[in-house]
């Protein structure tokens, strides 16, 4: 463990010295979990040593961090990290990652007035490949995942509503993984055309389309995956269009290498489901990064920016949303290799069950 952080730690370094700054401080819970694995709130200072600065509340927990000075604070966090850092610890062009209050900025500029702050964006990039002991617990939660896919199938029966289906997953997801990387969407007939509906009481019926979408956490690392099938006999353009979806998934696993650009993959699953007649409804991007977090870079939509590395880890999701009617979306995850991706969700794609 302590020799992939000290891996991370230089990386970011060397990412820093290619943006000229001279040191970083760090908010974003999931950037500092991964420089020194501490899994509390807290900020952390990287310059030339790391310093991670929290409230007695993680007092005990900071144990967790490793290779840094820890500083337990009963003051704000940034009076405390002033008094820890010695004069010059950071040089003149500090970065800041991810998104501050508007006050809490304007209290940094007060209790650092020395320090030229610019944003750091290298932190999302360096996160978005990763390592061997991170794959192996994302491929940890994506097996949870299925399995608890399998036991979910059992609760499908006409009268059970989307919130009992939620609950019954949320406690599985505790029980059986660390917890649930978001809140799960169980969506049942028409619901199922709102990509991100909300789990209601409105009770499953034969005869129409249930879609779940959930995440399982591993150690902080999180998985992603979603299937769409029919609860009875399909409608015909239901059939058609779970087909396209698989078609659409398929040609992009089939065409993910390292070095091609985000919104050319995302191309090619909406060029399938483009000539399906079905543009239209896909209005979303086709994936996105999981990690510590379950929705981070890469982006692959029209709207990303940057190229697939290998080992990066996303996921590939296109939708087909018929408003009022019905929707399907299919989630898979894959690892990318050096020749092409990995998928490490197996849960079957069935069209229905009855
Ligand atoms: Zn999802
Ligand atoms: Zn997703």
Not at 120 to 138: T, Y
Not at 174 to 193: L, R, T, Y
Not at 223 to 230: A, E, G, L, P, Q
Request: net charge negative.
């Amino acid at each position: 463990m302590v020799c992939r952080l000290n891996r991370r730690r230089d990386r970011l370094k060397g990412s820093l010295s290619e943006e000229g700054l001279s040191g970083a401080l760090l908010t974003d819970p999931a950037n500092i979990r991964y420089l020194c694995g501490f899994s509390g709130e807290g900020i952390l200072a990287v310059g030339e040593a790391l310093v991670l600065v929290t409230d007695p509340r993680y007092g005990e927990q900071a144990e967790e961090a490793q290779g840094c000075r820890v500083v337990v604070t009963r003051e704000r966090l940034l009076d405390g990290l002033k008094e820890a850092l010695k004069d010059g610890f950071w040089g003149e062009r500090v970065g800041l990652e991810g998104s501050l209050p508007y006050g809490t900025y304007l209290r940094l500029l007060e209790v650092f007035p020395d320090v030229g702050w610019t944003k750091a964006s290298c932190l999302e990039a360096l996160r978005s490949v990763k390592d061997e002991g991170e794959i192996a617990l994302i491929k940890e939660a994506a097996r949870i995942g299925d399995r608890i896919f399998g036991e979910l199938l059992s609760l499908l029966r006409p009268g059970v509503t989307e919130r009992e289906v939620a609950a019954e997953l949320v406690y599985r997801l505790h029980k059986e993984g660390e917890g649930s990387s978001f809140e799960p969407i169980v969506a049942f007939g028409p619901n199922s055309s709102k990509p991100h509906a909300a789990p209601s009481d409105r009770k499953l019926v034969e005869g129409e389309p249930v879609l779940v979408d959930f995440g399982v956490l591993r150690r902080g690392y999180a998985s992603d995956m979603t299937r769409t099938f029919w609860f009875g006999e399909p409608e015909e353009e239901f059939v058609k269009v779970h087909s396209v979806i698989l078609d659409a998934q398929s040609a992009a696993l089939e065409a993910a290498r390292p070095g091609m650009d985000v919104v050319e993959l995302d191309g090619v699953a909406r060029k399938v489901i483009e000539d399906a007649g079905y543009g239209e409804n896909f209005g979303h991007g086709l994936g996105h990064g999981v990690g510590l977090e379950v929705h981070e870079p890469p982006r692959i939509s029209p709207k990303g920016e940057g190229k697939l590395e290998e080992g990066m880890v996303f996921t590939v999701e296109p939708g087909i949303y018929l408003p009022g009617r019905w929707g399907v979306r299919t989630e898979d995850m894959v690892v990318l290799g050096r020749d092409g991706p990995e998928v490490i969700t197996s849960s079957p794609k069935f069209v229905r069950i009855s």
